[in-house]
């Protein structure tokens, strides 16, 4: 299992373009099957780093850079053949949150929190975010979410289908994943991720599980003994 921990705990781990990039670069060089994405200190992630969005001098093609690349890291996160699991404790806001819902689990301690508060001042979730929200929570929800910019803490994230599990320590699930094996761990990945029209997304699927049943022949065997 490889650990990604964003690490700016004095700026509540908030992204600069280079954070972004690094972050690409650990996710995409990940060879392990599952990887567990945490935020160093009292925070997971707030998002993109303000001072980075200010310095875009209110261009909007350089703007819509900035956005472009936030949405190449949560795509990067989301296609990986790895497992993706957001261990979460503290604040994720905005950007943070965006690429916890990239992740293919979610898992929050008692003390995390949700919200894309940027229609406060003006913005807006633009890293993916209002695309998967939407897809996770509902479209009710995520309207209510963002029209709104309030927080959310780990219960009502949990109610809401945002959190999979809450647990006192993430990291546990993450372990919990990388006990099975790695070749189905992908396969289930793609194929629950899979956005091609229902024949397509069966035939696929009837395919994947022969090749594990083929496989895992012996591992079956074992569990009918």
């Given at each position: 299992m490889r650990t990604i921990t964003l690490d700016r705990p004095d700026a509540r781990n908030?992204?600069?373009?280079?954070?972004?990039?690094?972050?690409?670069?650990?996710?995409d060089d990940a060879e392990e099957p599952v990887?567990?994405?945490?935020?160093?200190?009292?925070?997971?992630?707030?998002?993109?780093?303000?001072?980075?969005?200010?310095?875009?001098d209110g261009d909007p093609d350089r703007a819509a850079a900035f956005a472009r690349l936030g949405q190449r890291v949560a795509r990067t996160i989301a296609d990986s053949?790895?497992?993706?699991?957001?261990?979460?404790?503290?604040?994720a806001r905005g950007g943070g949150l965006e690429l916890a819902l990239a992740c293919d689990v979610r898992v929050g301690?008692?003390?995390?929190?949700?919200?894309?508060?940027?229609?406060s001042f003006g913005l807006f979730g633009a890293w993916g975010g209002t695309v998967r929200l939407p897809r996770i929570v509902g479209e009710g929800a995520a309207l209510e979410l963002?029209?709104?910019?309030?927080?959310?803490?780990?219960?009502?994230?949990?109610?809401?289908?945002?959190?999979?599990?809450?647990?006192?320590?993430?990291?546990?699930?993450?372990?919990e994943i990388a006990g099975n094996a790695d070749?189905?761990?992908?396969?289930?990945?793609?194929?629950?991720r899979d956005d091609n029209e229902r024949a397509t997304q069966e035939r696929r699927e009837a395919e994947a599980f022969g090749r594990l049943v083929n496989a895992h022949a012996e591992d079956v065997e074992s569990v009918l003994e």
């Open positions: 908030a992204l600069t373009v280079d954070g972004l990039e690094a972050l690409e670069t650990a996710v990887i567990y994405l945490r935020g160093a200190g009292p925070a997971f992630c707030a998002g993109a780093d303000l001072e980075a969005v200010g310095d875009l053949p790895s497992i993706v699991v957001a261990g979460i404790d503290g604040p301690t008692p003390d995390s929190s949700y919200g894309e508060p940027g229609v963002g029209l709104t910019g309030r927080t959310i803490d780990a219960d009502e994230a949990l109610r809401v289908g945002l959190l999979s599990r809450i647990e006192d320590e993430p990291r546990t699930v993450a372990e070749d189905a761990l992908r396969v289930l990945k793609r194929r629950l």
